[in-house]
């Protein structure tokens, strides 16, 4: 085993994706004439480029997939090691690598991200989606398929049922209505139809963070990469995600149910069981299927239906990869397990910092702010994270970033722009909320969240032009009381209103 170790110990992030390029870049740009190491077991590193400050806590950027050279180019000072991290001495400050390499250091930052949380392990009907290799195995075992079922009410979920097209799709979710992440039953109900419908030829253009692999980056990726960094916007983007059959969207929602037991082929053949088919567009359930339907795999809900289908997809969520980390350190683990961080990005360990999903922000926050494991926080944590290590590096003190006081993201579902501020489904905001809703079928859906008269959260849905208003609301508190309802409406040139 070969030992690198510089006086004091390195600089070292753990990860290349958004939370630990970001991190990296920041780091190296605060100590120029110091050699920042940057250790990640993916061979490609992501990078923003192209960012802007839409509002006071909105961003839009552009992600790509780099290969090191061109980060080292531009900062010199960063040295990337491609290997996995597997195993930490938080005592000694020391770590060891795949590839057989020792580390001494100064300053850890971990930001080795999370991995699928998948609802059966380790089996191969049961697919994940995370990086470039699992939505290139998904859209593989797609191509072939007839019906596929999707598990999970969150992101991915939501992209998928929209994007695919020429296979069934049994959807299965926990909830009564869909999108349990980002939306209310209100939202859903909106944007239900949407699901149900053709997909229009060509997308709506719309303002969000945009992802970008370049195809000759694309090309050199080892195909035996085994810790990817996560996709993110528009991911599915020039992917065709199209299975066999010769239809647009079909897709049916098992609403309230989980996942009971998965039978193969075979083992379904000796339960003298029934499955159902296809429920018809608008029916509830299914009738039963004829005797000539036969599938790879057979799930039963908990709702007692039972369906065949070619594979399942779990978007059930992420699990942060804290295992060579936590093998031979106790580190306070928070209950989603995450690297709990107080609120300097510090993990419980001396020295040892966490950003991204990898981490679970136990910091008490500011009312109007959320963790998500999202693009713009992993970026945004992973900033912070740096500026955090730099202060305590020089001995100064450094004030919680701006990023953190309101929470803030704008993504696209079923083709609309969603914006979503603050306390947008009323978390945590108790019995006393307040909601205000505009709604026009097909166009737009505004809901604002109000308590004691101020704003908490808003969701906006559609080319609404109300993120910015509504964002100065919500940060500024101010007593919205005498408006009531009239907040919303669309005669009122709110932005004119309160500019
Ligand atoms: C399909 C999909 C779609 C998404 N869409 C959106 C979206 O539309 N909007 C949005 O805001 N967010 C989206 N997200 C979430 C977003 O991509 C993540 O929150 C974000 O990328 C997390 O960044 P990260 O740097 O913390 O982790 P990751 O991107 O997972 O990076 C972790 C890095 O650590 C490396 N690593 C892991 N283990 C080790 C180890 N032991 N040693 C060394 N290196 C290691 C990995 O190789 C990788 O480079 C999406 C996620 C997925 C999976
Ligand atoms: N446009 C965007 O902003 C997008 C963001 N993402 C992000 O990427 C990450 C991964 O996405 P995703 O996997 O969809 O994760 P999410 O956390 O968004 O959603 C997970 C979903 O799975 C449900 N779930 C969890 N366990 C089970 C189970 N055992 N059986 C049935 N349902 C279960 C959750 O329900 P419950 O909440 O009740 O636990 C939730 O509805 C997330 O951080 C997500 O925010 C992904 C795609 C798009």
Not at 154 to 180: F, H, M, S, T
Not at 205 to 216: A, D, G, L, Q, V
């Amino acid at each position: 085993m070969a030992s690198r170790s510089a006086p004091g110990g390195f600089i070292i992030t753990v990860g290349g994706g958004i939370a630990g390029a970001t991190c990296a870049e920041q780091l190296a740009a605060q100590f120029p004439s110091k050699e920042t190491l940057l250790i990640t077991a993916s061979s490609v590193i992501k990078a923003v480029t192209n960012l802007r400050q839409v509002s006071k806590t909105l961003e839009d950027f552009e992600v790509v997939e780099r290969p090191t050279h061109v980060l080292q180019e531009r900062y010199p000072n960063i040295k990337v090691i491609h290997s996995a991290v597997k195993e930490l001495d938080a005592t000694q400050h020391k770590i060891w690598t795949e590839d057989g390499e020792e580390y001494n250091y100064e300053k850890l930052c971990i930001c080795a991200g999370g991995k699928p949380k998948l609802i059966i392990h380790e089996n191969p009907y049961v697919l994940g989606i995370r990086d470039t290799d699992s939505a290139q195995e998904f859209q593989k075992r797609l191509a072939k398929a007839k019906r596929i079922t999707v598990v999970g009410n969150g992101g991915i979920a939501l992209e998928l049922v929209y994007e695919i097209e020429g296979c069934e799709v049994i959807w299965a979710i926990k909830d009564k209505a869909i999108g349990n992440t980002f939306f209310d039953a209100g939202a859903a109900e909106f944007l239900i139809p949407h699901l149900r419908a053709e997909k229009p030829e060509a997308a709506l253009p719309c303002k969000r963070t945009r992802y970008t692999m370049e195809e000759r980056i694309r090309k050199g990726i080892p195909e035996d990469e085994q810790h990817g960094s996560a996709l993110g916007p528009d991911w599915h983007e020039g992917m065709e995600l199209k299975g066999t059959k010769e239809i647009s969207h079909k897709v049916h929602v098992e609403f309230e149910c989980e996942l009971d037991r998965m039978y193969l082929q075979e083992e379904f053949a000796v339960l003298q069981k029934t499955s159902l088919a296809f429920p018809e567009k608008g029916s509830v359930e299914g009738k039963e299927a004829t005797a000539e339907e036969y599938w790879p795999v057979y799930i039963q809900l908990s709702n007692g239906r039972i369906y065949g289908c070619d594979f399942i997809v779990s978007a059930t969520g992420v699990a942060p990869n804290i295992e060579p980390f936590i093998k031979s350190n106790t580190f306070d683990v928070a209950e989603d397990g995450g690297l709990k961080v107080d609120e300097h990005m510090r993990t419980s360990q001396p020295d040892i910092f966490a950003a991204g999903d990898i981490c679970t922000a136990s910091w008490e926050p500011n009312s109007l702010w959320q963790q998500m494991r999202l693009w713009t926080q992993a970026r945004q944590m992973g900033y912070y994270a740096a500026k955090c290590i730099a202060a305590e590096i020089s001995g100064e003190s450094i004030e919680m970033d701006f990023c953190f006081e309101l929470f803030a993201h704008a993504t696209k579902f079923f083709n609309f722009k969603v914006v979503l501020l603050g306390k947008y489904n009323g978390q945590g905001l108790g019995a006393d909320q307040e909601l205000l809703l505009r709604c026009t079928k097909g166009h737009e859906y505004v809901k604002a969240v109000m308590q004691n008269g101020r704003m908490m959260g808003a969701v906006l849905i559609g080319e609404t032009n109300l993120e910015e208003t509504f964002e100065n609301l919500i940060l500024n508190q101010m007593d919205l009381s005498s408006y009531g309802e009239e907040l919303l409406n669309p005669n009122i040139d709110i932005e004119d209103y309160f500019d």
